[in-house]
């Protein structure tokens, strides 16, 4: 006797992006209260801070690395979904719905994540040289994370946008 889970809903999947996107924004935010309260207790170091330009060429970095590679891998799952929708035939449309969604979810999460990664880097300079200018990069960052949200016409948008791609790409 099996039991089958049941389906996540389409409303259960963006909840779940947004618990996600949340979640990662709360950790750069906790961590930089923790930077602040704990790690500006002395004065800047007098020599190059090279921690804290290296922390920045990075926020840059991984601001330019968000458009460009989650975007690719979202596209080549996409593109696999759509092909295997085609060789198996008609599939349900809520479960081809999940499977954009699932892919939109990974493609904000590496986003996310790249960004976080560089975010957090910014906070150990602050941590490590007391310099206040590493907290513009976070700002950034952290202002780019917000404005990342999840919501249901970014993922319709998403989804009509890659079908028009796909559909572009695969004119026969």
Do not use: C
Not at 40 to 66: F, H, N, Q, S, W
Not at 129 to 156: G, R, W
């Amino acid at each position: 006797m099996s039991r089958e889970l049941p389906q996540i809903t389409l409303q259960q999947r963006q909840m779940m992006m947004t618990v996600i996107w949340l979640a990662l924004i709360m950790g750069v935010v906790t961590f930089g209260m923790i930077v602040t309260f704990i790690g500006l207790k002395e004065e800047p170091g007098k020599g190059l801070p090279v921690i804290t330009y290296l922390g920045m060429g990075l926020a840059a970095l991984m601001l330019v690395l968000r458009m460009i590679i989650p975007n690719m891998i979202a596209r080549n799952q996409f593109t696999q979904a759509m092909q295997e929708a085609r060789e198996e035939g008609n599939q349900d449309e809520e479960q081809m719905l999940g499977t954009f969604y699932q892919i939109f979810m990974v493609r904000m999460i590496i986003g996310l994540a790249l960004l976080e990664g560089a975010a957090m880097i910014n906070l150990v300079a602050v941590m490590i040289e007391n310099q206040k200018l590493a907290f513009i990069p976070v700002a950034i960052l952290l202002l780019v994370m917000i404005a990342s949200m999840p919501t249901k016409s970014k993922l319709d948008g998403w989804i009509r946008n890659q079908m028009e791609n796909y559909n572009l790409e695969h004119q026969n």
